[in-house]
């Protein structure tokens, strides 16, 4: 991945947080938090980020348990993949370390209307019902919601 495909990921990531970042919040989807991270795996780290949790907080100055929850969210963004590397020991089987990996289309350009915001939501700052949604948000929403239910560990 050339430092081009890695600006597109950067500038998917910010647009997406933009994109679900609602009046009155900190953040979006991602979360700052989310965003240094993904900074730190893709400019940091090389081309074949195998780094540990205390090697993203030390280029991050985030917690072990925030650098965790901002890996979550990136993976259930499909911004990156985790691959659990281990060992199989006496004991049983013990991870090593994790391997990061941005998946092709997180690096694709950007199509000219995704993850627009509706006009309506632009004028008024005022709670819509996600059921009331339409559009990209509502699609990518969709697909974010989907994903985190399908990696998360409590279901």
Wanted: net charge positive; proline share 5%; hydrophobic share 35%.
């Amino acid at each position: 991945m050339d430092r081009n495909d890695r600006a597109r990921v950067i500038y998917r990531a910010e647009r997406m947080e933009r994109a679900t970042k609602t009046k009155g919040r900190k953040n979006g989807v991602l979360g700052y938090t989310g965003l240094n991270v993904l900074r730190a795996l893709l400019f940091r780290f090389g081309k074949h980020p195998t780094p540990s949790y205390d090697d993203i907080k030390r280029a991050t100055g985030h917690c072990l348990d925030t650098i965790s929850e901002a890996l979550k969210r990136l993976l259930a963004a499909g911004l990156i993949e985790i691959e659990v590397r281990g060992v199989h020991t006496a004991q049983g089987w013990r991870r090593v370390t994790n391997a990061y990996a941005v998946p092709r289309q997180a690096s694709l350009p950007l199509d000219h209307g995704e993850l627009r915001i509706p006009e309506e939501s632009k004028r008024a700052a005022r709670f819509v019902p996600f059921e009331n949604l339409t559009g990209p948000l509502r699609d990518a929403l969709d697909a974010l919601g989907q994903r985190i239910r399908s990696h998360s560990i409590v279901k």
